[in-house]
């Protein structure tokens, strides 16, 4: 509740300053940039032209930029330090009353886009509405990147099994040694691989075919 407040209390703010600022930043367009310069010479603002395009463009932009929300740090940022030059150099020795040409007007200006510089301009506008669009395209990648809950396996140790017979009774059976086990008769017994001509056996050609298939081939047993 608290963030919708605030994001309606900075799209009112924004587009109150930013209409502000368009509207001196039009009105000295209107007059020309060499009246505007020539007033910023009379209040001793150094490099008049240059000073008088550079509050023009930033005026007439800046606040264009305000009301759509777009680019809001970088436009209260440039506006700001307008503000800071045209107190200091014009309005400052005036004091504060804007009838008596004070910096009370560029003061408030000034604070407000100092606020805009720090907390940004709310989701109300294109800045907000694109970092939303960003941040659930972040979130979702993250999203298929995370395995699946449910299917990480957990590895099992194997079962002790002195522990499962502790007794020699419950014992497992020992299995017979190799010269105990029983021969099979002469013609139960696997004959050796016959070679083909070229030294090839079937197993040697059954690898070539699983070559050429581009299929895995079955490991060699050892000693052959």
Not at 32 to 42: E, K
Not at 118 to 131: H, K, P, T
Not at 134 to 144: G, Q, V, Y
Request: charged share 20%.
């Amino acid at each position: 509740m608290k963030r919708v407040v605030f994001d309606i209390a900075a799209l009112i703010a924004r587009v109150v300053i930013g209409v502000i600022f368009l509207a001196h930043g039009w009105q000295k367009w209107q007059a020309g940039l060499g009246a505007t310069a020539a007033m910023f010479g009379q209040s001793g603002v150094p490099q008049p032209q240059l000073a008088a395009a550079f509050t023009t463009v930033a005026e007439t932009v800046g606040g264009i930029l305000l009301i759509l929300g777009l680019l809001v740090r970088p436009a209260a940022l440039v506006l700001l330090i307008g503000m800071i030059g045209a107190a200091v150099f014009v309005h400052a020795p005036n004091g504060i009353f804007v009838q008596q040409g004070g910096w009370e007007l560029v003061g408030a200006l000034g604070a407000a886009s100092l606020l805009f510089l720090a907390l940004g301009g709310g989701r109300f506008g294109v800045d907000g509405i694109l970092s939303g669009v960003f941040r659930r395209r972040a979130e979702r990648r993250a999203a298929e990147r995370e395995p699946v809950a449910g299917t990480t396996t957990v590895d099992r140790p194997a079962p002790d099994t002195k522990a499962a017979y502790p007794d020699e009774r419950h014992a497992v059976p020992r299995q017979p040694a190799e010269h105990e086990r029983p021969q099979p008769a002469e013609h139960e017994r696997p004959h050796p691989a016959e070679h083909r001509p070229g030294g090839l056996s079937e197993e040697d050609m059954r690898d070539v075919d699983a070559v050429v298939n581009d299929q895995p081939t079955r490991p060699k047993p050892p000693n052959r």
